[in-house]
């Protein structure tokens, strides 16, 4: 029984060991900040897609987009995407 669980031990130890030596990719994408309700479906079907292509979404936040000479083109939002290796 004893060494049944130190091999158990062992091997979480190890799972543990290699998660954290995961190595991830990101993709950032502008998706806008206005969005009507065909624009809604539009990005759930291009998350989706991003699915299957392999990239999970991993969370969006708020940016003021700037423009020529520091200008500000207003606020959109940015979608970010992480892919383990």
Not at 27 to 38: H, L, N, Q, T
Not at 60 to 70: D, M, N, P
Request: with cysteine.
């Amino acid at each position: 029984m004893h060494r049944m669980a130190v091999s158990i031990f062992r091997r979480t130890l190890i799972n543990i060991f290699w998660k954290e030596k995961e190595v991830a990719q990101y993709k950032v994408e502008s998706i806008g900040a206005a969005f009507s309700d065909r624009d809604i479906a539009g990005l759930g079907s291009h998350l989706s897609q991003q699915s299957t292509n392999g990239w999970e979404f991993h969370t969006v936040f708020s940016i003021e987009k700037k423009g020529c000479f520091g200008s500000s083109e207003g606020r959109t939002y940015l979608a970010v995407y992480r892919k383990a290796d």
